[in-house]
């Protein structure tokens, strides 16, 4: 089972102040753990919401907002996606995350199976698959 674990914004991320050297550290020795674990699939921190922007859909209308987006509670500063064997033991990792403050939330990654009602004849999970493996050999080059 795949999990994204999100790290939740604060005013300093999207102040785009760095971490010190002792935070960086820690999570660089966290980051190892997952990889000795064998379960780090990817792992990145973002940028503050004043350097992105919005899309939104309404109809065949889109409308983009550029940042920066004032609700930090719900803006995201970075993450990890984690393959473990259920949804307690990613947050078991959650947990060792070395933060002194923040939030992290844990979220399951949808499979090919969560899609197949929508897709009773295969062709469309083939497809993406076919799409995946295009992906993988770009990653590779």
């Not at 990613?90 to 933060?99: H, K, S």
């Not at 990654?109 to 469309?124: I, K, R, Y």
Request: zero cysteines.
């Amino acid at each position: 089972m795949r999990f994204m674990m999100i790290v939740k914004a604060s005013a300093d991320s999207e102040a785009g102040k760095l971490p010190s050297t002792e935070e960086l550290e820690a999570m660089g020795k966290y980051n190892e753990e997952l990889v000795k674990a064998g379960i780090l699939l990817a792992g990145e921190g973002l940028h503050g919401t004043s350097k992105g922007a919005r899309v939104r859909f309404s109809g065949k209308q889109t409308t983009v907002v550029d940042g920066p987006f004032t609700e930090t509670k719900e803006l995201v500063a970075g993450f990890w996606i984690i393959e473990v064997k259920s949804k307690a033991e990613a947050i078991a990792w959650a947990r060792r995350v070395p933060f002194v403050e923040g939030e992290i939330e844990v979220r399951q990654v949808a499979s090919a199976e969560d899609f197949a009602a929508s897709d009773p004849t295969g062709e469309l999970m083939a497809k993406e698959e076919q799409l995946r493996a295009q992906v993988e050999q770009r990653a590779k080059a």
